[in-house]
Structure formats: structure tokens, C-alpha cells
């Protein structure tokens, strides 16, 4: 797991997504990331084996005063993040606080549930072109069998085709929940900063 003193920051990688002559720029992986992280060892009790709709649940030390990424989950490949609640959080914190936690658990669902259609309709693809062929699953050696490059590319075109409008609705969402968490963090940074001329007057007064 990895513990991060300045809280953890969520980055999207893009790739072009394209059907037929369209094309849309598809989030396939989403990290938690933040410039001061440090390794920390896996511990067996932190594994799970929860439904694929879940963030997995691992508890970082108690004493602990930082956001804490985890491992990616095997379901969706997205590392969750266990929020750090301060003692002090403000009505605005918290509301920073579920707006994080509401959508790394949306887009958790999202991600889940796409990778496991794509793995099954990809298992489902290759048998019917094997049978095609009448070819069996697996050689006479025990390998499995494969189909070649251009055969794969054809799934994928169909697949990304099939899924395009359900890409592009996730992207519009995408970008407007990270636009209300954006909005969120300033109002808490400008929070900080006048409680800290508040406190920084009142101890000028007395």
C-alpha cells in the first residue's frame, strides 16, 4: 500500500477510442496518485475476495494521518483510497470527504463490471471462431489456442463500437463529478486560508 502525506489525487490515463469515424478519448485506467508517497509492505490480512461492485477494504494503521492508496483491485485495476477523517474536519472537509468516496466508489462499479463483460465476451469470441475452424480450445500439447492478431482486431472494433455510447455517457459524468470535486477543493482551500487570518488576528488583537 502506499501512504500519502499530501492526499491522494486522482490522474486518468486517456486513450483514443475509435468507432468507425468517430472517435472518443476512453479513461482505461484510474490511479490514485500524490507527490509524497512512500512504499509500504502488502500484509496477507489486507487481501479480499469481495464482490466486483465493492472498493476492497483495507485498513491502514490507526495512528495514521494520511489519505492511504491500496493495491489495485483485481476486478476493475483501480487502487482504492481510504480516506483519512481528521478529528476537526469541517461541514465542507466532509463534504470534499463523500464527494471522493462516492465517486472512486461509481467509477469502481463502472470499471468492474466493463472489464468482466470484456473478458467474457472475448472468451465467448474465440470459441465461436474455433468452432468456425473446427478447431478445439486446446492442442494436443494441452496449450490453449489462440487466434492470430487480425482475428483479436475484429472483436475489438466490435466491442468498442458496441460500448460507445456507454464510454461517452461515463466520460460527460466523468468530467463533471471531477468538476464538482475541483469546486469543492477550492472552497476548502479558501476555508483554510481565512480560519488561519481569523486565528492569525485574533492573535494579534490579544
Same mark, same amino acid.
Request: hydrophobic share 35%; proline share 5%; with cysteine.
Given at each position: 500500500?502506499?501512504?500519502?502525506?499530501?492526499?491522494?489525487?486522482?490522474?486518468?490515463?486517456?486513450?483514443?477510442?475509435?468507432?468507425?469515424?468517430?472517435?472518443?478519448?476512453? =479513461?482505461?485506467?484510474?490511479?490514485?496518485?500524490?507527490?509524497?508517497?512512500?512504499?509500504?509492505?502488502?500484509?496477507?490480512?489486507?487481501?479480499? &475476495?469481495?464482490?466486483?461492485?465493492?472498493?476492497?477494504?483495507?485498513?491502514? =494503521?490507526?495512528?495514521?494521518?494520511? &489519505?492511504?492508496?491500496?493495491?489495485?483491485?483485481?476486478?476493475?485495476?483501480?487502487?482504492?483510497?481510504?480516506?483519512?477523517? =481528521?478529528?476537526?474536519?469541517? =461541514?465542507?472537509?466532509?463534504?470534499?470527504?463523500?464527494?471522493?468516496?462516492?465517486?472512486?466508489?461509481?467509477?469502481?462499479?463502472?470499471?468492474?463490471?466493463?472489464?468482466?463483460?470484456?473478458?467474457?465476451? +472475448?472468451?465467448?469470441?474465440?470459441?465461436?471462431?474455433?468452432?468456425?475452424?473446427?478447431?478445439?480450445?486446446?492442442?494436443?500439447?494441452?496449450?490453449?489456442?489462440?487466434?492470430?492478431?487480425?482475428?483479436?482486431? &475484429?472483436?475489438?472494433?466490435?466491442?468498442?463500437?458496441?460500448?460507445?455510447?456507454?464510454?461517452?455517457?461515463?466520460?460527460? &459524468?466523468?468530467?463533471?463529478?471531477?468538476?464538482?470535486?475541483?469546486?469543492?477543493?477550492?472552497?476548502?482551500?479558501?476555508?483554510?486560508?481565512?480560519?488561519?487570518?481569523?486565528?492569525?488576528? +485574533?492573535?494579534?488583537?490579544?
Amino acid at each position: 500500500m502506499l501512504p500519502c502525506a499530501a492526499g491522494a489525487r486522482r490522474r486518468g490515463a486517456m486513450v483514443a477510442l475509435r468507432a468507425g469515424k468517430r472517435s472518443l478519448l476512453l =479513461p482505461l485506467c484510474r490511479a490514485f496518485a500524490s507527490r509524497s508517497c512512500q512504499l509500504a509492505p502488502e500484509r496477507g490480512a489486507e487481501r479480499r &475476495d469481495a464482490a466486483p461492485s465493492r472498493v476492497s477494504r483495507f485498513c491502514p =494503521p490507526r495512528k495514521s494521518c494520511h &489519505d492511504w492508496i491500496g493495491p489495485p483491485d483485481k476486478y476493475s485495476n483501480l487502487r482504492p483510497v481510504h480516506f483519512y477523517i =481528521p478529528e476537526d474536519e469541517s =461541514p465542507l472537509e466532509q463534504k470534499l470527504r463523500k464527494l471522493r468516496q462516492e465517486t472512486q466508489e461509481w467509477n469502481q462499479q463502472f470499471w468492474a463490471s466493463q472489464n468482466l463483460s470484456f473478458s467474457k465476451e +472475448k472468451e465467448e469470441f474465440i470459441h465461436s471462431r474455433l468452432k468456425m475452424k473446427g478447431l478445439a480450445l486446446r492442442t494436443e500439447s494441452g496449450q490453449k489456442t489462440t487466434l492470430n492478431a487480425e482475428e483479436m482486431a &475484429d472483436f475489438y472494433k466490435e466491442f468498442l463500437s458496441k460500448n460507445f455510447q456507454k464510454h461517452m455517457y461515463y466520460n460527460r &459524468d466523468w468530467y463533471k463529478r471531477n468538476f464538482a470535486i475541483t469546486f469543492c477543493m477550492g472552497k476548502v482551500a479558501l476555508e483554510k486560508i481565512w480560519n488561519k487570518l481569523k486565528r492569525k488576528q +485574533k492573535k494579534m488583537s490579544n
